[in-house]
């Protein structure tokens, strides 16, 4: 064994502690798994999360003829966005952008529960403009892509109108298919 190899691999033992306890949150989770692809795997899994949840409660769920929006549900188009709890006890949705949708779901699963807020188009280009949410790749004065960040209990004001729980959420997606 080298030097270098011994100084890299104390350093790592070093480091797996940060990192042991997000690891740990997500052991006996049935949702570990997904936790364990890769980023573009685990957006493709949400999008069929969201899809057969919804199927599931009785909406036509359809593939979107084009890639402007994930879907479409009841006749209306949808983007879809998901994410794990990040450590920090937080959803990041990322990449979103002003694609030809009419509204978006933010499905997320922390290691024992679930989230889901939805939001029409028009209120997430309002809360955009307003800086309510952040610009992502683009720096402060972007528009081409947006991230929103989001905590289980609701800890945003803004969004607390569009769901949270699974429940509130599914209200939303058949108010606005109507």
């Known amino acids: 064994m080298t030097t270098d190899f011994c100084t890299i691999s104390g350093i790592t033992n070093q480091l797996f502690d940060s990192y042991k306890k997000e690891c740990d949150m997500w052991k006996d989770s049935p949702f ?20 057969r949840w919804l199927s599931s409660n ?20 949808v983007e879809i966005k998901f994410s794990t709890l990040w450590s920090g006890g937080f959803y990041k949705f990322q990449q979103i952008r002003d694609q030809n949708y009419d509204f978006i779901v933010l499905f997320g699963v ?9 939001v029409k188009k028009d209120e997430i280009i309002r809360m955009r403009n307003e800086g309510i949410i ?19 209990n609701n800890e945003n004001e803004s969004f607390r109108q569009y769901g949270n729980s699974l429940d509130v959420a599914y209200s939303l997606v058949r108010e606005y298919c109507a």
């Open 32 to 51: 570990k798994w997904i936790k364990e692809q890769s980023s573009r795997t685990i957006g493709a899994i949400g999008e069929k999360v969201v899809e």
């Open 58 to 77: 009785g909406c036509c769920v359809k593939r979107s003829p084009d890639s402007e929006a994930d879907g479409i549900v009841d006749g209306k188009r």
């Open 110 to 118: 922390s290691p024992f529960d679930c989230h889901c807020w939805v």
């Open 134 to 152: 952040e610009g992502q790749h683009t720096g402060s004065g972007g528009k081409d892509t947006s991230w929103i960040q989001l905590y289980p």
